[in-house]
């Protein structure tokens, strides 16, 4: 089975900056993938970036371009977010997700929070 591990999540002030990680094992990439997600108090769970694996193409959602970051390491099979300008409405849960498309994604890591205070 595939698992995902996020990291990386804290506190900090708005306007500052925050590199999550996601760490993947159990499984050998290919035509996968990865993606990151978010949740916040009362609202649904959203698309944030996610970045296929062996091309390294890269699709963000509108709230996040220009600020967020995503990226890939494959040798040691790991995705990371670099948040930048971070405003407290980023404040959520982040999660790693992989799939076969940046629409459909069948696994999810526990998730790693991020506070951004104001």
């Not at 405003?87 to 999810?108: H, M, S």
């Amino acid at each position: 089975q595939v698992q995902l591990v996020e990291s990386g999540g804290g506190l900090v002030q708005a306007g500052g900056s925050l590199r999550l990680s996601c760490a993947a094992s159990g499984r050998t990439f290919s035509n996968v993938v990865m993606g990151w997600f978010r949740q916040a108090p009362g609202k649904e769970r959203e698309f944030v970036a996610a970045i296929t694996w062996s091309g390294g193409n890269t699709n963000y959602a509108d709230s996040v371009k220009g600020r967020f970051t995503i990226s890939r390491d494959n040798a040691k099979n790991r995705v990371y977010l670099q948040m930048s300008s971070l405003k407290p409405e980023d404040t959520a849960v982040y999660y790693c997700a992989l799939g076969n498309n940046f629409i459909q994604y069948r696994y999810w890591g526990q998730g790693t929070q991020v506070t951004v205070s104001s």
